[in-house]
Each structure stands twice: as C-alpha cells, then as structure tokens.
C-alpha cells in the first residue's frame, strides 16, 4: 500500500523554525515528484513547494521562498520541508503529496496521486 505519513507540525512563536517530514512507503520516491501543500483556516489548498525526481530541483511558491526549504533522502524514503522565519500567516495543515512520473526535472503542483494525511503548524505572533 502506498502510505505518506506527514509529521514535525507544532505551535511555535514568529520568526521560529519547524521542520516537517514526509515518510513515503509502498512506491518509487526516487522516481516521484514530491509536493508540500497547505490549507489555513477557511481558505482553499495552496501549493507550497516541490522537488523534481531528477537532481532534486526545489521550487517555491513566491510566500515562502527565501525562509522555506525542500529536500529528500531516497535512502530514508523520506522528504523534508525545513521552515525558518515562520510568520503567523504560515499557520495551516500541511500536506504532502507525491505523483509517480519517472525520471523528470520538473515539478509542479497539479494532479498529484498520493497524499499524506496533514500535519498542524501553528504560528503565534
């Protein structure tokens, strides 16, 4: 079974650092495309970032980039969304997700298969 266990969700102040992780099972991490979403309070699911499958490439949404960063160990099957200079307007459930598309250095936040169960990240000011 393909499982994606989101976890490192809290309640910290502003200007705080969280680091969530993403444990992926039953599929190719390698071979996949990995994404970070989130939804705060009454607002639709936002893309936050994404690692390509090839040499890793992050990308980030414009609110985030800067303070946020993307990263994977296939060894540990497990992908990291590293989060510095939290502001309270970060505060949402995050989620990962991931989308099989084999050797790619692209990524994006569209149609994406698997998804994890989310992780609360509170931001106080």
């Known amino acids: 079974d393909v499982q994606l266990q989101a976890s490192g969700g809290g309640l910290v102040q502003a200007g705080g650092s969280l680091r969530l992780s993403c444990a992926a099972s039953?599929?190719?991490?390698?071979?996949?495309?990995i994404g970070w979403f989130r939804q705060a309070p009454g607002k639709e699911r936002e893309g936050v970032s994404c690692i390509s499958s090839s040499d890793d490439i992050p990308y980030y949404m414009d609110p985030v980039k800067g303070r946020f960063t993307i990263s994977r160990d296939n060894a540990k099957k497990t992908v990291y969304l590293q989060m510095n200079s939290l502001k309270p307007e970060d505060t949402a459930v995050y989620y990962c997700a991931a989308d099989f598309r084999g050797s790619t250095w692209y990524c994006d936040f569209q149609d994406y298969e698997f998804w994890g169960q989310g992780t609360l990240v509170t931001v106080s000011s």
């Open positions: 039953g599929f190719s991490l390698q071979e996949s495309v």
